[in-house]
């Protein structure tokens, strides 16, 4: 089942584009990483997913409804938390917790209290009080407590220091089996270890949306020896970008790595190679690849 | 309902300080408020201070209350957390209303009984009032800032707003864009009246629009529109629809077919060099009104006329800007504009005038005895007389606490000797309540000095019937009447 489809959704003010003709579909129980550079568009994309702010072209359906129509019985089922979110500073942790409870049929006390106490949540504290990271807790500890179908995040490592990082992404896997997590972030080496998708998202463009696994099997940095300086050929293929040549070595990254097809395509544009090495990238070596190319290879 | 409630005990909870102190001041106002005096009195005259600064800062204190109500799920923007959690609008918004409603509107209510009972009146006997007050009272009070509230992000970017309309207003003034001057009696609370039922409309569409789409923009946009309208129903709505709508909300069976409108040149004042003042040339004209059924008295809401040129064609229309002749309305004041009045000053013109006249009766009358004591007299409320402090010896003042609104007409006069008369408030509200804080409004009328005089008479009169005439006045020079 489709959580979560965009057709062709885009969102402008004005006349900046922020999101351009979206065409995404999150499947059930998948944790889905949209990422991106600052400005690429991922918290927009996100707003208009959550109905914060409406459409400018296209559509989009979460949990099977409108966008545009998500109401309360829609947000009953789903945990938003934002980096910027404004909480409602003068209540305790305690107090904004209970406040919160009657708005949802499937609130659950005991979850709600262990959530509390696995985040170390200090409940007499006003949230006024609270640090950034202590206050993103509070945020995903009420986006929890009531088993949401569909967890949306964004931004939410965004300026946490590592152990609070860790603390937020092991409640969130702990206490989330079953549930759908659309996270935004572009903290990739954070992403990288329990995101199952991921879409990557810059200038308001989808450049793709795919499983984790496939991303990792599909781009590889080849590094290839020479006896003497090489000469690049022309055409140069699509999928390879990013050749850097220092002496007589030539570095390029393949989006399309195939494990039987590549090494022989890479001995046949370059005969007089001497070695060629083919190295996992991480995600983060990915998109830095793919920002600096300017993504066209993705 | 329950999601209403619950939102309400948050917003209690948060606001408990502020509701207190407004709670607070509400309630020493209407304390000062009950114990004011009628006439001038030493002994009271510190709760009077005090409920008259009060009067100024518990609408402040209202605005403020609503605003932080409001503001506390503040609608524009896309940072609040509250707009993905399962709130339904017609909740938030019930809470809202219901948080204005206990804490503002029913401690006012409260105390308006409680101001009312503490100057002797009867609540029971003013229910018209007390149930329109609140009415009133949103409308022109709370319901603007509620709505100004739903478009702006806290109390700073409000009173900023606020400001800015402040001052869009006074430049227009500046550029002459103002309310005109020729409305006259109860016209000028029909195009009130109209005015807050444009602001109504406006403000609860926006209020609707916002708390269920959060459609800020939009919303803006028709802010601004009633703003726009409302402005042009203040500003430029022709006094006849304004007298025509008056006189379909009247129903009465009053014979005026009697009553005529007559040019009087006898009466004419002495000429003399006419001033120039910045509306143009004060051209005052005698005109009688014959023919009132006994009983009944009929007062002007409205003139205007136009000379018939000598190229055959009509002026510029004449409105009526004034009234002068306190005993008996006798000349009424069309200004001319100065190039006009000087291109045929001295012409003989033909001018035709169209009157809207209200006519009342009913007459009910009371006396006060100038004992220095307070009375009750019905249909005015609490009266007292006493020297008037500045010339004792010459006048004497007639103080009254009026509940809710001053009656339609009211004439004033001592027992004996000359019919001096005092007028009351000649503007009739079709309401039954005045704009104002205080459910008890102060009147007072102050007339020289009568020997052998006991008691003062008042006079209440009832509007029946609004009356539309036409007269044609043949050879008229301008210069004549130019005063």
Known sequence: ?298 | MRQTLHILGKDIRRLRYDIIVTLALTAIFAWCAGHRSPRFDWQTARMNEVAELLEQLLPVAWWYLTARVIHGEQLPGDRQFWVTRPYRWQSLLGAKGLFIAVFVILPLLISDCVVLRLQGFHPSDLLAGIAWYPLVFSVVFLLPVAALACLTVNIAQMALTFLAGIASLVILALFGIRPPTIWFGSLDRIRLSLLFLVVLIGVLTIMVLQYSSRRTGLSRILAGATVGLAMMVGFFLPWTFAFALQSRLVNSRVDTTSIGVQFQPEHRLPARAPEYTSAGIPIKLPIGFPGAPPGMTQIVDGMAGELVLPDGKPSEPLHMTAIEGMKDNRWYVMTAEPSLYERVKNTPLRMHLIVLLTLYGNPRTERIPLDGNSHRVPGIGVCATEPSILEPEKFTTLHCLVPFRVPGRTLVQFDKGPQMTGYGEMLNSPWPTSIGISPVNKAYWRLPNQDGATAFVFTTMQPLVHIRREIDIPNVRLADYAY
């Open chain 1, 1 to 298: 089942m489709t959580v979560i489809r965009t057709c062709e959704l885009s969102k402008s003010f004005r006349h900046t584009h922020a999101v351009v003709k979206l065409n995404l579909e999150i499947s059930e129980g998948s944790i889905f990483a949209l990422v991106g550079p600052n400005g690429a568009g991922k918290t927009t994309a996100i707003k208009t997913l959550m109905n914060i702010l409406r459409p400018s072209a296209g559509t989009a359906e979460v949990l099977g409804t409108d966008s545009r129509r998500l109401g309360p019985a829609e947000f009953a089922q789903i945990g938003y938390v934002s980096e910027n979110q404004e909480l409602p500073l003068w209540m305790t942790v305690d107090y904004f917790m209970s406040y919160l409870k009657p708005f949802y049929p499937d609130w659950d006390n005991a979850w709600a209290e262990e959530l509390l106490r696995q985040l170390d949540l200090p409940r007499g504290r006003r949230l006024r009080d609270l640090s950034r990271g202590m206050r993103i807790k509070a945020a995903l500890a009420s986006s929890l407590a009531y088993h949401p179908k569909l967890i949306v995040l964004d931004e939410p490592f965004s300026g946490l220091d590592s152990l609070v990082r860790d603390e937020l992404i092991e409640a969130l896997l702990d206490r989330c089996a079953g549930a759908t997590v659309m996270i935004s972030s572009h903290d990739l080496a954070e992403i990288e270890t329990f995101a199952s998708h991921i879409g990557y998202l810059d200038g308001g463009c989808l450049h793709f949306s795919e499983e984790m696994t496939s991303l990792a099997t599909r781009f590889r940095e080849i590094e290839i020896t020479f006896d003497e300086p090489p000469a690049l050929p022309a055409p140069w293929p699509q999928a390879w970008f990013s050749p850097t040549k220092s002496a007589a070595v030539l570095r390029f990254v393949d989006s399309q790595f195939h494990a039987d097809s590549t090494p022989e395509e890479i001995r046949r544009t370059f005969p007089s190679a001497r070695a060629v090495a083919v190295n996992p990238m991480a995600l983060r070596a990915i998109f830095v690849s793919l920002a600096k190319s300017g993504h066209k290879a993705a």
